[in-house]
């Protein structure tokens, strides 16, 4: 029977759908970026990442409270007026900050010659993305109308995808247009998730709590986090500032589409993320610590690995890649992709590691780490992005690769001690062992499987006829070793022989 609530539902339905709006979001920001060229595809990103940015240091860890707090418990009319209350303050706030206050020479500083007008236009996209869609998804998930989220989700890739599609065939591709596109969808969206996720039943049991009662809930999990939101910000906005500042737009544009193609390895943890937030809550709310520790390092030993062997598939070819999707306007961008491959393998690891801390209620531990990691990324971002020369203190002047450079280095640094308090918290083991043995065996069985067809044809070549045959049979290659290394390993995936017999067992 199918069982829309299910976590195996859920999870099989949020695999398909992140799929396909992997692929429908990959196809749109190709058409994007060609049609922006470099240094219109950077301005276009860094005008999103700054609000983007903005909007982590006015949340303040609120949305995660919100969705936290949802997961535990059905809540009532005032919980949910508070908080959209809040989101309203937010929007005002930042609006009026953007379109009346900061004086015209700060402006210019912090948007780097951006007209207020466009500004305010991205601001609009990022809120209606960022704060108003990211809350719809929230409580349809708490209520385990994953399903139903979904099929929303899919709806807006594809009304995005035939868009930006016209738009090129139009030579209307602009900045401005694209980010018309994102405000409009969205609105519509959220006005029609209104009525397609609301309850149809009655008899829902839901906490009444008190005003005082829902500020002091929200108080006690967000109070640790106003320093991480601070912390957030600087990392984040900085990273994007001194890359356009120090390298320009173009660059900018590399290390964007660079990171898009990267996110294809978290396609599983992106999937996964919210049902595990839910159900670590709901099983940590009730005191059942044994399913916590086992969906955290199944999950996690999982996910890692399934980026290792994405990345290990795609890393290879990472030059033959932007020549064939980008084309030569992109080409200098293929060292910045052949690093940032690498990037999501750890991030899965981070973003689970994450979600338990913040699903468990451990905002304090979550602060203390991620503060610790993001006020050492700020300085090692101008070390690699800041002149040679011309300054007081000088860098590498590496550009989008430097900054490439540095989120790997500090990714793989970041995540395992992230793992080490969760599991000293908790009174486990450090689980460290299968990322030495894992994600090295992957990249290598990757280039294994280049090089054997390497025999056969000329790899070099950037014509996508003349490379679909070696793509096949390296593919073939690698998926055939690594299902004999996963088969002789089963535990490097968290996994034993009797999942995998249960996994490949026929239907009767």
Known sequence: MFNPSSVKTRFLVSIASNGMRSVISFACGLLIARGLNPAGYGDLMFLLGSFVAIRSLLDMGTSSAFYTILSRCSQGSRF???????LALQFLLTLSLVALIIPDDLFERIWLGHSRAIVII????????????????????????????????????????????LLLLANRMTVENILFVIIGQYLA???????????????????????????????????????????????????????????GSAQQGYFQIANQFSTVSLLATTSILSIFWKEIADAWAKQDRERSARLYKQISRGLVMLGAIVSGL?????????????????????????????????????????????????????????????????????????????????????????????MVILGVVSVN??????????????????????????IGLGYFSKMSVGFLWDLDSTDLGE???????????????????????????????EDLRKILKSPK
Not at 80 to 86: A, I
Not at 337 to 361: D, E, R, V
Not at 421 to 435: E, M, P, S
């Open 467 to 497: 490379l679909i045959s070696p793509v096949i049979l390296s593919s073939f290659v690698y998926v055939t070793t690594v299902m004999f290394v996963v088969w002789l390993r089963p535990d490097l995936m968290g996994l034993n022989k």
């Open 314 to 406: 795609l890393l290879p070819w990472s030059k033959q890649i932007v020549a064939i999707f980008l084309g030569p306007a992109y080409v200098q961008a293929w060292p910045v992709l052949a690093i940032m491959f690498l990037y999501p393998i750890h991030q899965s690891m981070g973003q689970i590691g994450g979600t338990m801390l913040l699903a468990t209620g451990k905002t304090h531990k979550y602060m203390v780490v991620s503060i610790g990691i993001m006020l050492a990324s700020i300085p090692l971002s101008y070390f690699m992005l800041a002149p040679e020369s011309g300054m007081i203190f000088p860098g590498l002047g590496m550009g989008a690769s430097g900054i490439a450079l540095k």
């Open 189 to 247: 969206a959220t006005f029609f998730a209104h009525y397609f996720l609301r309850e149809k039943s009655n008899a829902i049991k839901v906490q009444e709590s008190t005003l005082s009662e829902t500020v002091e809930e929200y108080w006690t999990y967000c109070k640790p986090l106003f320093l991480l939101a601070v912390v957030a910000f600087l990392y984040d906005f900085a990273d994007k500032w001194m890359l356009q500042h120090f390298a």
């Open 417 to 442: 001690i992230q793992a080490w308090v969760i599991a000293r918290y908790n009174g486990w083991k450090l689980d460290w062992i299968f990322q030495v043995i894992g994600i090295p065996l992957m």
């Open 80 to 86: 949910y007026f508070l908080y959209f209350s809040w």
């Open 122 to 165: 991205a601001f609009l996209a990022t809120f209606m993305q960022q704060q108003a869609w990211q809350t719809v998804s929230q409580i349809g998930e708490s209520k385990r109308m994953t399903v139903k989220v979904q099929l929303l989700n899919l709806c807006i890739a594809l009304s995005y995808l035939a868009i930006v599609a």
